[in-house]
């Protein structure tokens, strides 16, 4: 059993230190925002994801799982410091540091012994090295210390199994003993190890969310080229997917990627291109055609209903995907703020993501089902993929709608089927179902 410190309650930080005491180590969770430690301390998490309640509850039960705001109470004994603190996006797109730089000051006031410095949090390339200097710099007294990057690739929805069966883990440093003791904590989840210098391991992250990124805005543009052309892209991915060279994975046209990860990395990344005198066209695209995409969502509700002014539009789904509740960049909201710039209303449902929404975007109208939403609406978009929303009657929706039009920004459903009971249907990239400006038959 070994002591470790996790600084931040995020999605990162209460899943990493939940899932440490859940292999029996003694972790204490740190968070300088009282209210949310005060709640933990009480039961109540501050995000929404799947079976992590109940973990957090049975490791607090066992004595594994403690939650403070002081650094002395989580440092004490402290083998392993791990920073798990948001590094949001700056105005340029740069990843704004200054939650880290806390977390490292105060680690190097509180530090009595050594201990194992882990930026778990995703960081520009040669953070851990300016995290070390402000260490060396603050500490009133040198004590021996070690910085380790070991970036953290879980995906909201299913963080804690992407935590305990992990593709690999990546651990960077220029201090071998350090970045072995890590690999020690990570053996129990038998998982190839990646071991690398500090900086190196930094880009890992960044390198594989630019490249996802990338998949699903390749993917989105063939889908626009598709409905010109008459193809279908569901078809498509599924045939390129079965090339061992290209995969199925991140090949699902839709709304776009959005989250706390994908935009705020492809967008450093390329600031720090750019600062270093270079010219990322790649990443420029990828980030343009996301953004596109819920215009273009936006584009097939007005070529259907005309113009907007005063249309009652529902909205399917507010979280930027199934299974959180996270809004951060949520292609949903994305298009609820173009639709009501256009003058529409918006009635909205979503399963867990509502009171998050509401904060974002006050103008919604929150309805407690899908059935509510779409009551005399002029047309409804889904717009996350929740699995509540494959089996809904569909024959209510459309009876209880003023006029039965669906933009499936999802994909969720079957074309034929929809236009067999009298939807004016559109999805993306369905161009040989008639959702192309050639093929419609209308």
């Not at 520009?124 to 990057?149: C, E, H, L, M, Y």
């Not at 440093?173 to 990646?194: C, F, K, T, W």
């Amino acid at each position: 059993m070994k002591n470790i410190c996790v600084i931040g309650v995020g999605y990162v930080g209460l899943v990493t230190g939940t899932c440490f005491a859940d292999l029996g180590n003694n972790v204490t969770a740190l968070d300088i925002n009282q209210q949310r430690i005060e709640n933990l301390k009480k039961g109540i998490l501050p995000i929404y994801e799947p079976g992590l309640k109940e973990l957090v509850e049975r490791n607090v039960t066992a004595g594994r799982l403690h939650f403070t705001t002081s650094y002395e109470e989580a440092l004490r004994d402290t083998e392993f410091v791990f920073i798990c603190v948001g590094t949001p996006s700056g105005v340029d797109g740069e990843a704004d540091l200054q939650y880290v730089r806390a977390a490292a000051e105060a680690i190097a006031q509180h530090m009595d012994h050594p201990m194992i410095i882990v930026n778990k949090s995703t960081v520009p390339v040669g953070t851990g090295d300016w995290v070390s200097d402000i260490i060396r710099n603050t500490q009133p007294k040198p004590i021996d210390f070690a910085v380790v990057s070991c970036p953290e690739f879980l995906r909201e929805g299913s963080a804690v199994r992407d935590f305990m069966n992990p593709d690999r883990t990546v651990l960077g440093s220029s201090d071998q003993a350090a970045a072995e003791a890590v690999a020690q904590l990570y053996l129990p989840l038998r998982a190839p190890i990646v071991m690398t210098d500090i900086r190196t391991a930094e880009m890992i992250k960044y390198a594989s969310n630019a490249f996802l990124a990338t998949r699903i805005s390749f993917i989105n543009e063939i889908s626009i080229i598709c409905e010109q052309l008459g193809a279908d892209v569901e078809e498509v991915a599924e045939g390129m997917g079965f090339d061992k060279r290209i995969g199925h994975h991140f090949l699902r046209a839709g709304v776009g990627y959005g989250g706390s990860c994908f935009p705020k990395d492809v967008r450093a990344l390329t600031y720090m291109a750019e600062t270093h005198g270079m010219h990322p066209q790649l990443l420029r695209a990828v980030t343009e055609i996301n953004n596109f995409q819920r215009k273009h969502v936006a584009l097939k509700l007005r070529d259907l209903l005309g113009d907007l002014q005063g249309k009652t539009i529902a909205i399917l789904g507010l979280a930027f995907k199934e299974n959180t509740d996270d809004i951060r960049e949520s292609p949903a909201l994305a298009v609820a703020q173009i639709l009501l710039e256009q003058g529409a209303t918006i009635r909205a449902y979503d399963p867990v993501a509502m009171e998050n929404a509401a904060r974002e975007v006050p103008e919604l109208v929150l309805c407690q089902s899908p059935y509510e939403a779409v009551a005399g609406a002029d047309a409804v978009a889904v717009l996350t993929p929740w699995n509540e929303f494959k089996n809904l009657d569909m024959e209510r929706i459309r009876d209880s709608m003023k006029t039965p039009i669906m933009v499936d920004g999802r994909n969720m459903y079957n074309p034929s089927e929809m236009r067999e009971m009298g939807f004016r249907y559109r999805a993306v990239g369905r161009g040989c179902n008639g959702d192309g400006v050639d093929f419609n038959g209308e």
